[in-house]
């Protein structure tokens, strides 16, 4: 790696975070991990997202051992009830009824590792979302105008997705998937920058 950058790798199949490191003129790949995401009431959400990040991570930096490797996890939580990703539109439906006109958190948790420098780092990021108060019908037409069975909490967001959202306490780009501020800090550590 001497007079070189390391390359990085996005061990994530989310197309939101993809779309967020893109943005901000990263290079780099994408390698979805084969990993079932754990979500279990006994673990915090900064716990269930730092151990999900972590397994991610792993996953694919043992098969990428001289790569600058990104593994992240959302998720949502509502009176310390872990909410991840819904399993059909019935399911997303009944968690907007439950979100709607509350605030809950939203944690992504982020671990990066180079391994062949047998370096690592890890970080937890905390937003505030309070959501609009939400009719059936309102309901009805935002499911209709996105997917939200690959959303922790069945929402998005960004662009029409937030039309649902009243307010977020700290960082959009959390809710969204991946928080850009505290990432670009840490990929500092590893030499990554985006490119120019």
Do not use: W
């Not at 998937?177 to 590893?190: I, W």
């Amino acid at each position: 790696m001497i007079g070189r950058r390391p390359r990085l790798v996005l061990a994530s199949a989310s197309p939101r975070r993809c779309q967020l490191l893109a943005d901000c003129g990263y290079d780099f790949e994408v390698v979805a991990p084969a990993v079932k995401e754990l979500h279990s009431d006994k673990l915090t959400l900064r716990e269930a997202t730092c151990y999900n990040a972590l397994r991610k991570g792993l996953i694919v930096a043992r098969a990428h051992p001289g790569r600058v490797v990104l593994g992240a996890d959302t998720l949502v939580a509502l009176d310390h009830q872990l909410i991840g990703k819904p399993a059909d539109r019935a399911e997303a439906a009944r968690l907007l009824r439950l979100l709607s006109g509350r605030m809950h958190f939203v944690v992504s948790s982020v671990f990066i590792v180079h391994l062949h420098r047998g370096k690592s780092l890890a970080f937890s990021v905390l937003s505030r979302v309070v959501f609009k108060k939400l009719s059936d019908r309102m309901i009805g037409g935002y499911l209709a105008s996105i997917d939200p069975l690959d959303k922790a909490g069945g929402y998005a967001a960004q662009g029409t997705g937030g039309a649902i959202i009243a307010r977020i306490i700290g960082s959009r780009s959390n809710v969204i998937g991946l928080p850009l501020e505290e990432t670009g800090a840490a990929l500092k550590h590893f030499d990554i920058r985006p490119s120019a």
